[in-house]
């Protein structure tokens, strides 16, 4: 599965993105796809996954009621809404593919990466 994130961008605080992840090749009914973020300096942190058949979703405490993981299955494509975004929202933010094992927040499960789109949050 090959991964296109876009939908980043310059935003002040408060605003709203929503960040798109179009997938090349058969997403399986075993996948799960997730959202990471990584800002400059820091570890790359897990932000929320989403089960392709369930649409069971997981989101990170840090995000939990302001971003919303979704998918669209005709459209191979996986969202995330984020509202009330905060200038610590600031990273570049990567989509990811695990093939089987469900949601997970740990990135070495992930085998497939997008290559990143940057959202920075002004104050």
């Known amino acids: 599965v090959q991964l296109q994130a876009s939908g980043g961008g310059l935003v002040q605080a408060g605003a709203s993105l929503r960040l798109s992840c179009a997938a090349s090749?058969?997403?399986?009914?075993?996948?799960?796809m997730g959202w990471f973020r990584q800002a400059l300096g820091k570890e790359r942190e897990f932000v929320a996954a989403?089960?392709?058949?369930?649409?069971?979703?997981f989101h990170a405490d840090s995000v939990k009621g302001r971003f919303t993981i979704s998918k669209d299955n005709a459209k191979n494509t996986v969202y995330l809404q984020m509202n009330s975004l905060k200038p610590e929202d600031t990273a570049v933010y990567y989509c990811a593919a695990r093939p089987r094992g469900g949601i997970t927040y740990s990135s070495s499960y992930y085998s497939s990466w997008g290559q990143g789109t940057l959202v920075t949050v002004s104050s």
């Open positions: 090749g058969r997403i399986f009914n075993t996948h799960t």
């Open positions: 989403i089960t392709w058949s369930s649409g069971t979703t």
